[in-house]
T-cell receptor
Framework: KQEVTQIPAALSVPEGENLVLNCSFTDSAIYNLQWFRQDPGKGLTSLLLIQSSQREQTSGRLNASLDKSSGRSTLYIAASQPGDSATYLC????????FGKGTRLHILP | GAVVSQHPSRVICKSGTSVKIECRSL??????MFWYRQFPKKSLMLMAT?????????EQGVEKDKFLINHASLTLSTLTVTSAHPEDSSFYIC??????????????????FGPGTRLTVL
C-alpha cells in the first residue's frame, strides 16, 4: 500500500532564504509525482508535475526533483517570500493519487 | 482559467438534510472523476472514483449509501451527502482526468482539481 510522508510537518523561515521540502513514498511504481500549494480554506494549486521518467521540473523560483528508485522528491523554493506561506502537498499517482499530509510553510517578513 | 469547477463553494446545512455538490470539467471530457475529502490538518483522502455511465468505485470505509455519486455526463459528476451529520463537515474536492489531452500542453491523462466545497453541518 502506497504511503506518502512529508517532512517537516511545519517550517518557519525568514524571508529571502532558500528552503527544501521533502516528500517520500513507499512504492516506487508511480506514474508521476505532483506538488501542490494549498492556502487556508482554499483548493489546490498545482505547482509542478514530474513524470516517472523525469528527474526534475522547474517553474520560476520552484524546482522539484524526483528520485523514483529511492522513493524521494524534494521541492526547492529559492529566495522565499511572505506570499509563499501556505501548505505544500506532495502527491504520487499509481492507479490512484495518494497525498501526503503536507508541510505548513510560514515565511517570516 | 479554471479547468474544473465545483458548486457550491460553501454550504451550511442542518443535520439530517441532503447536500449535492457538483463537479464540472470545463474544457475537456472527463470519463473519470474523483472525489476527495479533507479534514482539518489532515491529508486529502480519496473517497471514490466516478466513472461516466457506470457505478462509482468507493474506497474502503466510505459508505456508498451515504455519499451518492452520479456521473451522468462526460463533464459532470455530483456527490450527494445524504442525511448529513456534523461529522460529515469537511472540505470536499473533486478532480477530473483528461484522458485525451484535450486541454493540450501535454495534459494527456493528467488530473485537474476543483477549487473545493466547504460543507458545514450544524
Amino acid at each position: 500500500k502506497q504511503e506518502v510522508t512529508q517532512i517537516p510537518a511545519a517550517l518557519s523561515v525568514p524571508e529571502g532564504e532558500n528552503l527544501v521540502l521533502n516528500c517520500s513514498f513507499t512504492d516506487s511504481a508511480i506514474y508521476n509525482l505532483q506538488w501542490f500549494r494549498q492556502d487556508p480554506g482554499k483548493g489546490l494549486t498545482s505547482l509542478l508535475l514530474i513524470q516517472s521518467s523525469q528527474r526534475e521540473q522547474t517553474s520560476g523560483r520552484l524546482n522539484a526533483s524526483l528520485d523514483k528508485s529511492s522513493g524521494r522528491s524534494t521541492l526547492y523554493i529559492a529566495a522565499s517570500q511572505p506570499g509563499d506561506s501556505a501548505t505544500y502537498l506532495c502527491a504520487v499517482r499509481d492507479d490512484k493519487i495518494i497525498f501526503g499530509k503536507g508541510t505548513r510553510l510560514h515565511i517570516l517578513p | 482559467g479554471a479547468v474544473v469547477s465545483q458548486h457550491p463553494s460553501r454550504v451550511i446545512c442542518k443535520s439530517g438534510t441532503s447536500v449535492k455538490i457538483e463537479c464540472r470539467s470545463l474544457d475537456f471530457q472527463a470519463t473519470t472523476m474523483f472525489w476527495y475529502r479533507q479534514f482539518p490538518k489532515k491529508s486529502l483522502m480519496l473517497m471514490a472514483t466516478s466513472n461516466e455511465g457506470s457505478k462509482a468505485t468507493y474506497e474502503q470505509g466510505v459508505e456508498k449509501d451515504k455519499f451518492l455519486i452520479n456521473h451522468a455526463s462526460l463533464t459532470l459528476s455530483t456527490l450527494t451527502v445524504t442525511s448529513a451529520h456534523p461529522e460529515d463537515s469537511s472540505f470536499y474536492i473533486c478532480s477530473a482526468r483528461d484522458p485525451k489531452g484535450e486541454r493540450g500542453g501535454g495534459s494527456y491523462n493528467e488530473q485537474f482539481f476543483g477549487p473545493g466545497t466547504r460543507l458545514t453541518v450544524l
